[in-house]
C-alpha cells in the first residue's frame, strides 16, 4: 500500500513545499538536498505560493489504475511562478479550456483511492484561477 | 442558561468553501417524476462535487480562506475541528489530513465532530469555550459535508456539498464579536443513516414541526429573550437551510424580514449543504455586514438539536472581507452538470 512513502511525502504534496537555496536563492521543487545551481548544501525549506501557468498539456483516456474516476481529464506541466516546471493534475476545468499559458493556482485535492479498503490519498492539483 | 465566555471571543478569520458544479432540482424531477413536481422545487439547483473533492479537501479550502482573513500563523491554532457527517474514513480523523494541509500541526488538538447538520456548530461552541476559558488564543471550526440522497428520495434535490470554516480567537481582534450562544436539543428521531448504509432514511413529514420548526425556533426565541433582543435589533440572520420554505418560516415566525436574511439564504443556490449549511450561511452575512451589525445563527442537526449565536460585527471585518475569496465568488464559479455525470461522480453506477 506504499503507506510510508504517501506519509513521506505528505507536505511537499499538501502544500507544495519544495526547497529554496541558501545560499543562490534558486528554489527546488522537489525538494533536494544539494542545489544543482551552485552545488551548495545549505538548504531551506520553501512553501511554493502555488500560482502558475500551464506550460504544456495533454488529455488522459486510457489512465493508470487508480485514476480512472477522472477520465478524461488534463496532465499538465505548469511553471511555478517562482521559478520550477511541474506535472500535475488538472481540475475543475473542461478538457477544452486548457491552453499553454493559462494561469492556474494550487488546490489540495484527492489524486487516488487505493481499492475500497485502502488509503484514501491528497495532494496537489492545479485549476484555472478565478 | 445562555452561555458567556469569561473572556470576550470572536471570528477573527472566516472562509467558505463550494464546489464548481451544480445539478438542477428540475432535472431530478424530470427523471424521477417526469417533471410532476415542477413547481413546487425545494431549491433550484445544488452544488455537486468534483469527483477529486471530499470532506477533507473543501475543508482544507475552506480553512485556507479563513487563515488568510485571521492573518495568523497557522500554528497558532490549538484546535482544528471537522464537524460532518461524510467523512472519508469511517475510522482515521478528517481533521488531522486538514491541519497537516494548512501548517497546524503538530501542537494542536484535532477531532471529527458528528452530530448531522449540526456538527458543525457545534465545532463553533466548543471553539469559543476553548477561546473563552484563555486555553487557547485561537481556535478553528469546520461545518463541511458532500451530503448524499437515495436516487428519487425527496433529499435527492437538496443534498450539496459545500461548508465554511471559521477561526475564533480573542474580542479585540474580531472581525465579529460573540454575545452569547445556547444550544437545545432533545431525542427527536427525525433523519438517521445506521452504520454501512449509504443512504440516511428519514420520517417525511415529522422532519418539519417536532424537529426543525421545534429547534430552531426555541433555540432562536431564548437566546433573543435572553439578551433581550427582538428581530429588530439584528440586522441579518441565518437559519439552517435544508430548502428555501424550512429557514423562510422560522423567520417569519420569530419575526425576521425576508431582507434580513437574504444574504445567508443560499440553499435555492447551492443546495442543502448539511453540517455547512448554517456556517456558510453565516459566512454569506459576514461578506455583506456593516460594522455594528447584529447578526444570529441558528442551526439545526437531526436527532436533534440547534445552536444560536448572536454576533456584533467590529470594523476590522470591512479590512479583512477582501483578504479571501467570498462566499458569492464561489457560487457564482458555476459550471452545470447532467444527472449522467452526476450519477458517475457521485459512486451511484454499478461498475463491479
Known sequence: ?130 | MTMKPSRQVGIVGYGAYVPRYRLAAEEISQLWRGGQDRDTLPVREKSVPGPDEDSVSMSIEAARNALQRAQIDPTQLRAVWVGSESPPYAVKPTSTIVAQAIGAVPSTSAGDWEFACKAGSETMQAAIAMVGSSMADYAMGIGMDTAQGRPGDALEYTAAAGGAAFVFGPGEEALAVLEASYSYVTDTPDFFRRAHQHYPEHGNRFTGEPAYFHHVLSAGRHLMESLGLTAEDFALAVFHQPNVKFPQRAAQKLGFTAEQIRPGLLVGDIGNTYAGSSLIGLTGCLDAAQPGDRILMVSFGSGAGSDAFSFVVTEQLSKRRSLARTTQDYIARRQPVHYATYARWRSKLLLK
Open chain 1, 1 to 130: 500500500m506504499d503507506i510510508a512513502r504517501h506519509w513521506r511525502l505528505r507536505d511537499q504534496r499538501y502544500n507544495l513545499q519544495g526547497t529554496v537555496c541558501a545560499g543562490c536563492g534558486h528554489k527546488m521543487f522537489p525538494p533536494r538536498v544539494v542545489c544543482p545551481e551552485c552545488r551548495s548544501r545549505k538548504i531551506e525549506t520553501f512553501e511554493f505560493s502555488g500560482q502558475g501557468e500551464v506550460y504544456s498539456h495533454t488529455v488522459v483516456y486510457q489512465a493508470p489504475e487508480g485514476f480512472d474516476a477522472y477520465v478524461p481529464y488534463v496532465a499538465a506541466l505548469v511553471r511555478l511562478e517562482e521559478g520550477p516546471l511541474i506535472s500535475a493534475q488538472l481540475t475543475d476545468v473542461n478538457v477544452d479550456e486548457v491552453a499553454i499559458g493559462l494561469p492556474v493556482e494550487m488546490v489540495t485535492r484527492k489524486l487516488t483511492e487505493q481499492e475500497e479498503n485502502g488509503l484514501i490519498v491528497y495532494g496537489y492539483k492545479f485549476r484555472p484561477r478565478f
